[in-house]
């Protein structure tokens, strides 16, 4: 992706580049057209058995299938009874606030206004991420049945109809992939970072033998590079996995991201090596394969790369690509395999709270909440005010707009106001006028929907700078021709939905990329320096009992590392007039959160002798050697941050002594303490740990300051 899009001339014309990117993003690749059966299946049954037995919500329902099947089909396996509880849930929450609001419209208002932050402030900060994307889902197509004028039970049977409409969309989306015999037990996370790491071996194979890459391999390094790796940041965000897994994988993701663009830029270049620069590449694809068969086997990496500082004329990237694999191994410096992601840490409060630790310390969830239940509101009260409810899909646009707007960047707007017009008014309204006139069966409906739907899939099934106008295709489609039980061919109704479509996108637009909206390279610099100090923080912890402070600055940190790589990602598509510089800084970014990613996992490692958890107590004078060595790390990263801040800085802070001082006081404690209590192997696994500490800090600040 970002050789691609880096390579974009600032004098293409922008129907030159629209070209391009259709051809990039609408391109077969291997897997798409399963993707897009599964899709078009699980929707269609769902739209047949709807339309067949009458049942209320058949938009809603096609939609959640249509978006479910996106995800893993083992992911939705997995999370069925998650799914439904949440939906239990959320029916119960509606009666009961029904019960205390429904009669005094002032209080009616608060309820609604409050449950739209609550929706939204669950999506950033809940632990299980699909629990509360599903309690929403069903409170916001229900919150507009209890603002008509009908009888409390028609009101409370629409709303029991909304839970049986959505859980049979979610049986049906299970059933989806073992009908169609595609489901494979696969690790989610490990099979796609192994198909990457074999797609780059492919190609150092290639290299190594003196011959260009193959067709195939090239296209799947493209395809990759073009995705991204922001799928698999959002399933790790997402997912109930223990936060050390969480955090690890976020580095292995990262990392592989890093040697995929690297490899990218490699096929762009003419590669003429020399038999030393061959055997060279020969032991790094060599490297690669043994990194992916011990992820796939579950087991901690070990590699044996040796030091190699000759530069490479005929492969000048190959010592970068170098660099970052040698970085993999010391993920699991905590001693953690890939494979104990199930088991969470006793102390971990995630495990056992329905939110993230840091849910009430990082601004990020109050904020997120804040803007969503803004728009949201806006709308409510613009259509109430106006007293068009026909128009009430403006706050469902709202919300499934901000099941994407984490991580996303300004583009998407285009992409859902485009794909909006696209299904509204080209295919649903298109439909409306020139084929459903002239059909009398639900057979002659389905080919129309199935073809519109395969359309909708094939887009969504792009990469993440495109999806969304294939969903966003969907669901205008959806809401204007399965709202009824029949062919409908007035144009009043399909007219309101697309009205609130656009103004549910218009208030998204407006409070998400206006008011609080920054440019990507922007805000990507200041979430840097906000990840610095608040690294610099979680150094000097614990600084008291309390470790679920600890925990929540852990979950803080990564969050804020995974959205420096996400407006990364962002940039990219951003055409300032000044985009080349804006490139060359984020690319500094995107080097330093990859080395810093990596100091991150490794002062978690160390972390756990300053918490004295059980195992890794330490004498007296060890740890207040490793309490001013982690001072003097936590001084650096704040000096860091004031440097790229602008503000001047007094000294810089050198560690050429630092481990010194700490392996001294380590080698006086062996010598007076009992043996007994602390092994040689763990002295060594400490100061190890400590030492690749010193050597990243060394590297960041020698770049940064």
């Keep these: ?83 439904v509880v949440a939906f239990a849930l959320s029916v119960l929450y509606i009666l009961v606030g029904a019960m205390f609001f429904l009669q005094e419209p002032n209080l009616r208002l608060f309820w609604v206004i409050a449950t739209l932050f609550v929706m939204f402030y669950a999506l950033s900060a809940a632990t299980n991420y699909t629990a509360a994307a599903r309690f929403g889902y069903l409170l916001i197509i229900t919150i507009p049945v209890w603002d008509r004028q009908i009888p409390v039970e028609v ?14 969309a979610s049986v049906i989306t299970v ?38 890459p193959d067709e195939k391999t090239e296209k799947q390094i493209t395809h990759f590079a073009l995705a991204g790796h922001s799928a698999l940041r959002r399933t790790l965000q997402h997912s109930t996995y223990s936060p050390q897994y969480r955090e690890q994988m976020g580095a292995m993701v990262t990392l592989v991201g890093r040697l995929i663009d690297v490899a990218a830029n490699m096929i762009e270049l003419a590669i003429n090596t020399t038999d030393y620069e061959k055997s060279r590449i020969r032991n790094l694809a060599a490297e690669v394969g043994t990194i992916r068969s011990d992820l796939l086997a579950g087991r901690i990496p070990h590699l044996e790369l040796n030091a190699e500082t ?39 409060v995630s495990a056992l709270s329905p939110f993230k630790p840091d849910a009430l310390t990082n601004p990020e969830h109050i904020k997120f909440g804040l803007k969503g ?6 709308c409510y009260l613009f259509y109430n005010a106006k007293v068009w409810p026909e128009i009430n899909t403006a706050i469902t646009t709202c919300f499934l707009t901000a099941l994407s707007t984490i991580g996303s960047s300004h583009q998407k707007q285009v992409l859902r106001i485009s794909g909006a017009l696209v299904g509204a008014v080209v295919m649903g309204i298109g439909a409306q006028v020139f084929i459903l006139p002239y059909l009398d069966s639900i057979a002659g409906f389905t080919l129309v929907f199935v073809a519109a739907t395969i359309v909708a899939a094939w887009c969504a099934a792009s990469s993440p700078r495109f999806s969304y106008f294939g ?7 959806y809401l204007i021709n399965l709202t009824e039980f029949s062919v409908q061919t007035s144009l009043l109704p399909a007219r309101d939905r697309v009205v609130g479509i656009l103004l549910g996108l218009l208030t998204m637009w407006l409070i998400f990329d206006h008011l609080w909206g ?112 982690d001072d003097n790390l936590a001084r650096a990263l704040d000096a860091m941050a004031d440097r ?8 810089r802070f050198s560690f050429e002594n630092g481990f010194a001082l700490l392996e001294r006081a380590v080698q006086e404690a062996r010598r007076h303490e009992p043996q007994e209590y602390l092994s040689p192997l763990r002295f060594q696994t400490f100061l190890s740990l400590h030492q690749k500490l010193q050597t990243l800090i060394t590297s960041l600040e020698m770049e940064i300051l």
């Design 310 to 348: 000759a530069t490479l004329q005929g492969a000048p990237l190959l010592g970068e690509m170098e660099t970052t694999v040698a970085l993999i191994p010391g993920i699991f410096a905590g001693g953690l395999s890939p494979d104990s992601h199930a088991v969470p840490h006793p102390a971990s």
């Design 471 to 477: 969903v966003q295709i969907a669901i205008a489609f």
């Design 373 to 378: 239940c803004f728009a949201a509101s806006l």
């Design 1 to 83: 992706m970002a050789t691609i899009a880096q390579s974009l001339p600032h004098s293409s014309s922008p129907l030159a580049w629209i070209r391009r990117l259709l051809n990039e993003e609408l391109a077969p690749y291997p897997g798409r057209g399963d993707l897009v059966v599964r899709m078009t299946i699980a929707a269609t049954l769902v739209m047949i058995i709807s339309m067949t037995f009458r049942i209320p919500y058949a938009a809603y329902g096609a939609l959640y299938a249509f978006n479910i099947s996106r995800e893993s089909p083992e992911t939705t396996v997995k999370a069925v009874k998650t799914i």
């Design 155 to 168: 009101k409370v049977e629409q709303t029991l109809w909304a839970f049986g409409a959505i859980s049979l």
């Design 518 to 629: 920054v440019p990507a390279v922007v805000e990507m610099k200041k979430t840097f320096i906000s990840s610095l100090r608040m690294l610099a923080e979680f150094v000097r912890e614990p600084l008291s009992k309390d470790l679920e402070r600890s925990y929540g600055l852990r979950e803080t940190v990564n969050g804020k590392l995974d959205k420096v790589r996400a407006l990364a990602d962002d940039a990219l598509l951003e055409f300032e007039r000044t985009r080349e510089e804006d490139l060359a800084f984020r690319n500094r970014i995107r080097r330093w959160e990859t080395q810093l990613r990596i100091f991150f996992i490794t002062k978690i490692a160390t972390w756990k002798y300053r918490a004295h958890l059980p195992g890794f107590e330490l004498p007296e004078s060890i740890a207040a050697g490793q309490g001013e060595f």
């Design 644 to 651: 790229l801040e602008g503000r001047s800085i007094d000294k």
């Design 175 to 212: 059933a989806v992939p073992l009908i169609y015999a595609e489901w494979k037990s696969r690790d989610i996370l490990f099979q796609p970072i192994a198909e990457r790491l074999s797609a780059i071996e492919n190609l150092l194979d290639s290299y190594a033998a003196g011959n260009l």
